[in-house]
T-cell receptor, first 114, second 113 residues
């Protein structure tokens, strides 16, 4: 069966510091991968998605970037964090095909920028 | 543009009472619709999904949802709520290629004993 991992689970970082959040998927090959952000009391905003190694699409302009160095690894980064980057970050995967299919979510990372 | 509206931000029900969470969508083509549940501090778990066929969809934990094209709705229902159902519920619509989903803002459900 497939599983998705995210780490760290929680993170407190000062403004201006760098960020690296990692997501890995097991039990599937060539998944579509997604990063979402959930701000307090709000819904989910799609930040990035990837359909293959090195292929990243950005949905909103922001202070963050994403990379996919391996088939089942998706990394969310920032060079300098802003207060507005605080939130709950969720990684998700879906089967490797076009069209719409179910997305499966990881446990999330709670990021607090102080 | 595609969008999802969940009109109720907070809902409180008594344990054992019935539940209906509303979801309205805007999408030009045949929609793919999902309901997810999120417990505090956790990721999202899929409750059910509608792709085609029978408009009444059964999901996990005793939930069901009905797709009504004429009303652009996909409301989630449960006949008898349990205290463990307290969580946040998200409706989502498939937004085109590569499985992109558009989420509603969520409905937070509280259950009174």
């Amino acid at each position: 069966s497939q599983t998705i991992h995210q780490w760290p689970a929680t993170l407190v970082q000062p403004v201006g510091s760098p960020l690296s959040l990692e997501c890995t998927v097991e039990g599937t090959s060539n998944p579509n991968l997604y990063w979402y952000r959930q701000a307090a009391g709000r819904g989910l905003q799609l930040l990035f998605y990837s359909v293959g190694i090195g292929q990243i699409s950005s949905e909103v302009p922001q202070n963050l970037s994403a990379s996919r160095p391996q088939d089942r690894q998706f990394i969310l980064s920032s060079k300098k964090l802003l207060l507005s980057d605080s939130g709950f970050y969720l990684c998700a995967w879906s089967p490797p095909k076009g069209g719409t299919d179910t997305q499966y979510f990881g446990p999330g990372t709670r990021l607090t920028v102080l | 543009a595609q969008s999802v509206t969940q009109p109720d931000i907070h809902i409180t029900v008594s344990e054992g009472a019935s539940l209906e969470l509303r979801c309205n969508y805007s999408y030009g083509a045949t929609p793919y619709l999902f309901w997810y549940v999120q417990s505090p501090g956790q990721g999202l778990q899929l409750l059910l999904k509608y792709f085609s066929g029978d408009t009444l969809v059964q999901g996990i934990k005793g939930f069901e949802a009905e797709f009504k094209r004429s009303q652009s709705s996909f409301n989630l229902r449960k006949p008898s709520v349990h205290w463990s159902d307290a969580a946040e519920y998200f409706c989502a619509v498939g937004a085109g290629g590569y499985n992109k989903l558009i989420f509603g803002a969520g409905t937070r459900l509280a259950v009174h004993p």
